[in-house]
């Protein structure tokens, strides 16, 4: 008898609403052409483990999960293998170990859900170690290239608007300036749809530069128009109006994201002088029961990768285009970072909106149309 395929799956980067989807999608996928799937822990971290860190998947192991939030394999965003921090302070590459890992638990084919960070890292091990690769599209952020959604962007756009209605209607009761940091990476996708679908009244992204002066003038024109508070949605990979990124540095030395709210509600509160408050919505936008939007995706997106081992069709990534899942090079994908497009429909939609979402040309009237 031909021994049965066996193919791995790992989730890598933030967790997000989704991923249980795309691992139970696979594992069904997987039992229509009888292949045996082994879920990887913690992602490269469980290849580099001896023993490998892996379990068989079986349909009943993954019957229910795609409601749950979070990753039931683990992932990880830290200890990139080519570049691994040891315990005496220098980094060190192991990716051979990581490499070795697919080949001792004798995989055909891996499946790796990712972002661009983990995406990439994954493609030149592949590349590296000869294994048959397919990627998944995964991340809050929404910055993967060649695919228009990765999985995870609508469970977060989701707590970010839920979270905006509430804020509103502290900042009416108050008559305050509320400001919402939104998490992002370098893109600033949740905060112009969260900022449109939330009603807010200035939306910053990274890809757009802004004045304090018109933010500022923003607000104070809503109040001379009789409306007591307003609404701020700030990307957290915006700079400061100098150019300088907020950032901090944890107790583990780690630098990352936060305060730029801070820094934009003080700038109101200090020019305005209307009481601003100002809220991190931090993690929350990762967790929680993944959206109907994001399971749809992860399903899609789980059947088709298996589908493309099935095919031997390798080095690529599944993506979604034009109301369909395809097939594109992965590196094609890792190639563009996918940032907000400043020419858009979304930024042309707020701004029809008459929401400040910074210095674009004045003479322009753009619109969400072709
Ligand atoms: N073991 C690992 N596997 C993959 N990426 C890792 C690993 N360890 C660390 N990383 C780092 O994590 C970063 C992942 O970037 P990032 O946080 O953007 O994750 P991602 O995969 O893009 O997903 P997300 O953006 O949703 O978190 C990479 O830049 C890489 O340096
Ligand atoms: O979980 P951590 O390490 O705090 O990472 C936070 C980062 O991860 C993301 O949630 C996903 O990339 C970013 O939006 C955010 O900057
Ligand atoms: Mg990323």
Known sequence: MPKRKRIGILTSGGDCGGLNAVTRAV????????????????????????PVEAELLDVKRVSGILRYGGTILGTVNKGNPFAFPMPDGSLADRSAEVIE????????????????????????????????????PKTIDNDVGATEYSVGFNTALSVAVEALDQLTYTAISHSRVMVMEVMGRDAGHIAISAGIAGGAHVILIPEIPYTLENVCKKIIDRKERGNNFSIVVVAEAVK????????????????????????????????????TRVMILGHLQRGGTP???????????????????????????????????????????????????VDGALVATAIGLNTYVGELDPHRFPSPLP
Not at 27 to 43: L, N
Not at 117 to 130: D, V
Not at 244 to 273: D, F, K, M, V, W
């Open 291 to 341: 959206s109907p939007l994001d399971r749809l995706l992860g399903a899609a997106f789980g059947v088709a990768a298996v589908d493309l081992i099935a095919r031997g069709q390798f080095d690529c990534m599944v993506a979604w285009q034009n109301r369909r899942v395809v097939a594109v090079p992965l590196a094609e994908a890792v190639a563009q970072y996918r940032g907000v497009e």
């Open 27 to 50: 594992v069904r996928r997987a039992r229509d052409y009888d292949m045996e799937v082994f879920g990887i822990k913690d992602a490269t971290v469980g290849l580099m483990a001896r």
């Open 240 to 275: 400061t109006e100098s150019g300088a990124p907020i950032t901090y540095t944890n107790s583990l030395g780690q630098c990352l994201y936060g305060g730029i709210g801070q820094y934009i509600g003080n700038e109101i509160a200090l020019r305005t002088g209307i009481e």
């Open 101 to 136: 890992g697919y080949h001792r638990l004798g995989l055909d084919a891996l499946i790796g859900v990712g972002g661009d960070g983990s995406l990439a890292i994954l493609r030149k091990l592949a590349l590296q170690g000869n294994w048959n690769f397919v990627g998944v």
